[in-house]
């Protein structure tokens, strides 16, 4: 049963600190989301790669959020510095562009938290 | 204004019976229609397509309607497990979605 994953689960961290979020997308996939989800706004769209390539990071705060993927197996999502209007769900979402692209199979999430 | 709406809710409703949740988009360029569940601290994920025509899954059944841009989900017989969040999606047809907030559903014994 092919799954996204994401690493850590969890992650406690004091303002000013550098915050690090990974992704391995389910194989075969070249198109890999980043989504924030906050209760506030919902699930907003950070970023998103076709073929590793970055296709749109409009939605990223440019200062302090990046977004990479380093090989077709690894995306990560990276703050810094970190802010305690950070703290959210930070998902990870992939799918096969082309065939159902509308279906994306989400990872369990990064919980955030910036005290 | 958020592209696409729903009420959050909740909406409580007891075991058997049949409920409904609209939601509205104001994007006319969106082409597809999706409704996703996400389960309590749990990722999203793809419940069913949504329609003009209309689109039955067993016991739920989704309706675009495109002249008035709103979307529905109707759920008969509702099962203690269907208590979730039900977010619609829309999507302009170049991969990304544009997600509402969702409305929660609960459905007690």
């Known amino acids: 049963d092919a799954r996204v994953t994401q690493t850590p689960r969890h992650k406690v961290t004091e303002m000013g600190q550098e915050v690090t979020m990974r992704c391995q997308p389910i194989l075969g996939h070249n198109t890999v989301f980043w989504y924030r989800q906050t209760m506030m706004q919902g699930l907003e769209l950070l970023a998103y790669?076709?073929?590793?390539?970055?296709?749109?990071d409009s939605g990223m705060p440019k200062d302090r959020f990046s977004a990479e993927m380093p090989d077709a197996t690894l995306a990560t999502l990276k703050i810094q510095p970190s802010e305690p209007r950070d703290s959210a769900v930070y998902f990870c979402?992939?799918?096969?562009?082309?065939?159902?692209?509308?279906?994306?199979?989400f990872g369990p999430g990064t919980r955030l938290t910036v005290t | 204004r958020k592209e696409v709406e729903q009420d959050p809710g909740p909406f409580n409703v007891p075991e058997g019976a049949t409920v409904a949740f609209n939601c509205t988009y104001s994007?006319?360029?969106?082409?597809?229609f999706f409704w996703y569940r996400q389960d309590c601290r749990k990722e999203p994920k793809l419940l069913m397509s949504v329609y003009s025509s209309g689109n039955e899954d067993g016991r739920f059944t989704a309706q675009l309607n495109r002249a008035s841009q709103y979307i529905s989900l109707l759920i008969r017989d509702s099962k203690l497990s269907d208590s979730a969040t039900y977010l619609c999606?829309?999507?302009?047809?170049?991969?990304?979605?544009?997600f509402g907030k969702g409305t929660m559903l609960l459905v007690s014994p």
């Open positions: 999606v829309g999507s302009s047809g170049y991969s990304t979605l544009t």
């Open positions: 994007n006319s360029a969106s082409q597809s």
């Open positions: 979402a992939s799918t096969e562009s082309g065939a159902r692209s509308y279906e994306q199979y």
């Open positions: 790669f076709r073929n590793r390539a970055p296709l749109d």
